[in-house]
């Protein structure tokens, strides 16, 4: 792996170990949405090994590469994690980081709390599939979750608000902007957002499911108003002055985020339903879900497609895919923020055909249009790791041009 970018690096690059831990969550969902686990609202290593025992060939087949991918994608994402901070560490003792903070581009450091908020999530899913037992002291971690999304949380409102705070003084370039790159910032909001909502859908204590709600509402209502400001923004610096072709990628950053905000309302729905049954009237009896769910997930479904599809037409027509992408000739960290979009997709996608379509009896369960079902969110991983190990290959390992050009400076 190309090493010492110096005042080359740029916190984009913590996209790439973004997109590897998302890639494990995908995984998880394998675990999430296809292995049964009745006696817990995710499964666990005790859910996972019974349904390979008592399985058949299919569900044997899913939980093997299920084990698989999510360990090799952690494994990735945590190595890219290190190999961001160290060189993040000297980049910031440069000139181009004083320069960096003084610009639009701050807001690329908000790529920090967003992976750290995916570190936090990934490890949390693989330690529910690898670890005995775990289930059993889950409501004292916790509080521990909370802790940790707040951590990210508060790295998120210290990054942002120093930004916001230069910015509302003047300082934001609309002819420099050039793209949604802003969205970053609502992208990583909504991190924490769904962060917060994990112990509000998993925990039993009504105080901590409160605690987790109104993290997530709290997170989330920064992540809309974020999102609703610089997208607007952004199609303004677009119209007047163009689109960037660089920036072209970010056209897609509305996917993710729209994962995101559907994952934390279904958290927060479960939530919910936790400090019902604490109520006065005792335990009720809740629908997993409802048609009202259905339509939500379809919205965000359709409004992710919208924006892949314009995406991909101004991306094929601009050649942004051909230089940045395919080529090891042109390099650009904002090549990165596509591999998220894929990974937002595909997850989402198991969320409808389980949450959407399964459980408000529109499908069944392992029946030929379910196994037919599941080849979208397959086919648009497959696509998604292919596109992840591209951009690896041709940007960062010493065999690009640019790792190339690095080695001629460093001699030099």
């Not at 581009?105 to 995916?118: C, F, Q, S, Y």
């Not at 939500?296 to 027509?317: D, H, Y």
């Not at 051909?322 to 042109?330: H, I, K, L, Q, Y």
Request: proline share 4%; aromatic share 12%.
């Amino acid at each position: 792996m190309i090493r010492n970018l110096g005042e080359k690096y740029s916190p984009l690059y913590f996209l790439a170990a973004l997109g590897f831990g998302g890639m494990a969550v995908f995984f998880f969902m394998a675990f999430m949405h296809i292995t049964p686990h009745p006696d817990t609202p995710m499964p666990t290593f005790e859910s996972i090994t019974s349904a390979y025992a008592n399985g058949d060939s299919f569900m044997r087949t899913i939980i093997i590469v299920g084990y698989v991918g999510m360990i090799a994608m952690l494994a990735i994402h945590f190595t890219l994690l290190a190999w961001n901070f160290r060189e993040f560490n000297a980049f910031k003792h440069t000139e181009a980081y004083t320069t960096l903070k003084s610009t639009n581009a701050e807001v690329t450091l908000m790529a920090i709390p967003l992976t750290l908020g995916m570190t936090v999530n990934g490890a949390f899913v693989a330690a529910l599939a690898l670890v005995p037992g775990l289930w059993g002291i889950i409501q004292s971690l916790m509080p521990l979750a909370l802790l940790a999304y707040g951590a990210v949380g508060v790295l998120a409102l210290v990054i942002m608000t120093n930004y916001l705070r230069r910015i509302i003084g003047g300082g934001f370039s609309f002819e420099a902007n050039g793209g949604l790159n802003q969205l970053l910032a609502a992208f990583s909001m909504a991190m924490v957002a769904v962060g917060f909502g994990a112990p509000a859908a998993m925990a039993t204590s009504p105080f901590i499911v409160l605690l987790g709600i109104f993290g997530s509402m709290l997170f989330g209502f920064i992540s809309v108003l974020l999102f609703g400001v610089f997208l607007v923004a952004g199609v303004m610096s677009i119209m007047q002055y163009g689109l960037a072709l660089p920036n072209s990628a970010t056209l897609w950053l509305a996917v993710p985020i729209l994962t995101l905000y559907s994952i934390t309302v279904l958290r927060d729905r479960h939530g919910m339903q936790t400090l019902i049954d604490a109520g006065a009237a005792g335990p009720q009896d809740h629908p997993q879900s409802s048609v009202a769910v259905l339509l939500f997930l379809s919205f965000m479904i359709l409004a992710q497609v919208a924006f892949l599809g314009l995406g991909f037409v101004v991306m094929r027509s601009n050649g942004f895919f051909r230089r940045f992408v395919t080529s090891r000739e042109e390099t650009s960290p904002v090549a990165f923020t596509l591999v998220c979009p894929g990974v937002g997709l595909a997850v989402l996608s198991m969320f409808y055909i389980n949450t959407g379509l399964i459980q408000n009896g529109l499908v069944e369960k392992f029946s030929g249009v379910y196994y037919a079902l599941l080849l979208g969110p397959a086919a648009v991983a497959a696509v998604t790791l292919w596109l992840a190990f591209t951009l690896f290959r041709n940007q960062l390992s010493t065999a690009s041009k640019f790792a190339q050009e690095q080695k001629v400076l460093v001699n030099a």
